[in-house]
């Protein structure tokens, strides 16, 4: 018999072959993966909410350098960490995102706490962050998101524009362990989890650092609602990978 709930995440876009993978790159993705496909189960297992699930599991991916979404998201062209987050409770259409965000440690518990505890959808920039730290989301130094890796990776992007890279940033970490297996997307990066609970109720989330070399205040389609993250129960529930402004034009 099938079970009551379903839950399923991505870790971005398009097809990483295996043979571009070292072996231990592998098994470290799909042990991430599973963790947070297991915080997400834990709360549908209990009976908890969608909503609560998709949190839960994106918190996992955001936490983990592997993946464009939190500590490990891509640099901008100036050498920033931006992101973009958004989440939707399929029950009752409430939706809340932030973008451009840059010292919140969670934005998709920040994207929650705007479709809550605001009148707002969507809040960006300083004032995203602003709102995040009153109300009483953990605040982060910027520094905590830099992974060596994704600096190399945004020097040649823009090395192959022939663009100078920024500055490093200041208090930057050189640590090449875990961080080290972090697989470059490219512009293929993003996170995402829709979940069904035992209540048939559908939710969505994605989180994304963007894609590695954009533009500084660049908004791709993860935090637009109907765009990159759309949740209805007599629909679907839906996150978004790829390319973010073809998903804004087609309203996908």
Known sequence: MAPAWSLVLHGGSGVID???LKPEQDRAYRAV????AEAGAAVLEASGAALDAVEAAIRVLEDDPLF?????AVFTADGR??????????????????????????????????????????LMGTGADAFAAAEGLRQVDPSY??????????????????????????????????????HDEGKRGTVGVVARDVRADVAAG???????GNRSGRVGDSPLIGAG???????AAVSGTGQGEHFIRLSV
């Open 18 to 20: 295996r043979a571009d």
């Open 33 to 36: 993966l599973a963790r947070a």
């Open 68 to 72: 464009n979404a939190g500590r490990g």
């Open 81 to 122: 960490v931006e992101l973009d987050a958004a989440i939707m409770d399929g029950a009752t259409l409430e939706a809340g995102a932030v973008a451009g965000v840059t010292r919140v440690r969670n934005p998709i518990s920040a994207a929650r706490a705007v479709m809550e505890r605001s009148p707002h959808v969507l």
């Open 145 to 182: 998101f830099f992974v060596e890796r994704r600096w190399r990776a945004l020097e040649k992007q823009l090395d192959r524009e022939g663009l100078i890279a920024p500055t490093r940033p200041l208090g930057a970490s050189r640590d090449e362990s875990h961080a080290a297996l972090a």
């Open 206 to 212: 994605t989180y994304t650092g963007g894609t590695t």
């Open 229 to 235: 993250t759309y949740a209805s129960n007599p629909s």
